[in-house]
């Protein structure tokens, strides 16, 4: 497998609106971000993802941009981002923007053109059509948007302020090409791309026979020859990272966006987890987990995530933010970071921040989940019923603000922070975690150095002995004479698990623990509740 600086990378995602505010205005800023660098690189990540910071009228987050050649007011302006490049690059990390080239704001130049009359030269830069079809969008009951000025729908996969851009128009791409290549030759990184397989669209937009099942939006034919000429003509000539955001897809699939020798994109987010894995399954995780592994091996590079900013925070979605909140936040990131692919960080993971319950619909921001609130309440259900329905998922579970203290707001600002702080933050929070020699916090420490020094890690086979165990999980990495055992305990209770003979052969040492006293040498491991080990195999 051939080594690069990605495949080694442990990445720090930055929703920077809720990461620090340096200006007291209630949104992280870049400013805040700068000042919080060196925490970062005491982590040990060494790649930051930026979500989007262009110049947006913010309906969804700044997923809804109206200049790409701008940085937002709320998050900066030019001269912050570029000097926040610098100080990145001096603490030897890399930067990759968050980018969104599925649709723009309905604000955007192009689109306030393009929606003018039906000759304007900007008309067929996105998609317009005289009848919709039965589709829904993400966060809307249909996908098109009647727009009375020429009396034509156009398509939205997401809000109706996110018009899709008609990627068939090479106009359209070659003016995203070119502001791509403006980032680049700042000298940053790469890029995550947004809804990157949303792009193509299918000819004639047929109706959907289940328009619930919103799978339609992906993964069209012409899709591909897209993303090489992306990669064509412009990818290729930096020495850059991209992540493509690459929902409903199967291994084989998603092999075509990451092979190496298709030159497309270096790795993908796959949603079977996040997406289609409600709760926690540890049956079928491990099968994603293997078939992917099968699929891409050798071939193409995966990426390891449980949480971002659209997904609750994983200690709270898929371990215990209760009793054993430490342990699980632990075996968590022992899992991602051990299994193959780039790990991904979500900020406040790396100290077991949790998801939050809000009273009222009020005290929510994120638009799909208060779409999708008024959508149900105007079908009559009862609305403190769609409430609770919405709570778990709801988007804002990840968003609320970094707890920096125990202070007010946790830290997080001098002002009125945008969305509400979790109220856990006086117990939860990084001047706790710096203190406490046994929190999450070091805990992910020893693990990235350990993931720097033991290139099984990353680059090892992998090899699942516990398919069909519900609890435990037992695996190996093996690469040049090397060999980790992983054994993780992911449940309430303990658990036996005895060592297959293929395992017991040589000496084992044990290299991480997230408890403090483990001492066994037999053959058969008494594993504690939400207990994680890495030996080494020798
Ligand atoms: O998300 C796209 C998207 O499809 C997610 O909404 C979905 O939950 C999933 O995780 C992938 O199937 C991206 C951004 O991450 C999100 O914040 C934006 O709202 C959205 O695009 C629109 O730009």
């Known amino acids: 497998m051939k080594k690069t600086w990605w495949k080694e990378a442990v990445v720090y995602q930055v929703y920077w609106r809720s990461f620090y505010d340096s200006d007291g205005d209630g949104y992280g800023d870049l400013q805040g971000l700068m000042e919080k660098l060196d925490y970062i690189q005491h982590l040990g990540a060494n790649v930051i993802w930026l979500n989007p910071c262009y110049q947006s009228p913010d309906k969804d987050n700044g997923y809804d941009i109206s200049d790409y050649y701008q940085i937002m007011d709320k998050a900066g302006n030019m001269k912050t981002w570029e000097t926040l490049l610098h100080e990145v690059h ?121 328009p619930n099942d919103i799978r339609y939006l992906t993964n069209h034919p012409g899709l591909h020859d897209y993303l090489k000429e992306m990669n064509e003509k412009v990818f290729r000539h930096y020495d850059i990272f991209t992540v493509g955001e690459v929902a409903f897809v199967t291994p084989e699939e998603g092999l075509k966006y990451v092979a190496e020798d298709r030159q497309e994109l270096h790795t993908l987010f796959h949603f079977e987890v996040c997406d289609e894995m409600p709760s926690w399954d540890p049956l079928r995780f491990k099968q994603i987990q293997k078939r992917w592994y099968e699929a891409l091996w050798g071939k193409g590079w995966n990426s390891q995530f449980l949480n971002n900013h659209d997904h609750t925070r994983q200690v709270t979605r898929y371990g215990n933010d209760q009793e054993y909140r430490m342990e699980s936040a632990k ?116 693990l990235i150095q350990l993931r720097k020094e033991r290139l099984e890690m990353v680059y090892g086979t992998f090899c699942d002995y516990t398919e069909n165990e519900p609890y435990i999980y037992a695996y190996t990495r093996e690469w040049e004479g090397q060999r980790l055992l992983v054994v993780l305990n992911h449940c309430d209770h303990a658990n036996h698990y005895e060592l297959p003979k293929a395992l ?35």
Request: hydrophobic content about 35%; cysteine-free; charged content about 25%.
């Open 90 to 210: 001096k603490r030897d990390m890399k930067l990759i923007m968050d980018l969104v080239v599925n649709h723009t704001s309905d604000q955007h130049p192009w689109f306030l053109e393009s929606r003018s009359s039906k000759d304007n030269p900007k008309r067929d830069w996105y998609i317009w059509r005289d009848k919709p079809n039965n589709w829904r969008s993400y966060f809307t009951p249909s996908a098109w948007e009647f727009d009375k000025t020429t009396g034509q729908y156009y398509f939205h996969s997401f809000a109706i302020e996110q018009p899709d851009l008609n990627w068939k128009n090479p106009e359209v791409r070659e003016a995203i090409y070119e502001m791509m290549r403006f980032w680049l030759d700042k000298g940053m990184d790469g890029f995550r791309l947004d809804a990157i397989a949303l792009l193509a669209k299918p000819d004639g937009f047929p109706d959907a026979a289940n």
């Open 331 to 446: 075996l968590l990131a022992t899992m991602l970071h051990t299994l193959p692919g780039t790990p991904y960080i979500y900020q406040g993971e790396e100290i077991g921040m949790t998801g939050v319950r809000f009273p009222s619909i009020e005290d929510y921001n994120d638009i799909a989940m208060k779409n999708k609130y008024a959508e149900e309440v105007a079908k009559g259900r009862d609305p403190q019923e769609v409430l609770e329905s919405l709570q778990p998922l709801s988007r804002d579970n990840s968003r609320t603000p970094m707890q920096w203290d125990d202070s007010e707001q946790a830290g997080f600002t001098t002002g009125m922070p945008w969305i509400k702080i979790n109220p856990n933050y006086k117990t939860i929070n990084v001047k706790q975690a710096l203190a406490d020699p046994n929190s999450v916090y070091h805990y992910y420490r020893k």
């Open 504 to 538: 017991t052969a040589t000496n084992r040492q044990l290299l991480l623990n997230n408890y403090q006293d483990v001492q066994e040498t037999g053959n058969i491991l008494h594993m504690r509740p939400h207990e994680a080990r890495i030996y080494e195999l020798e």
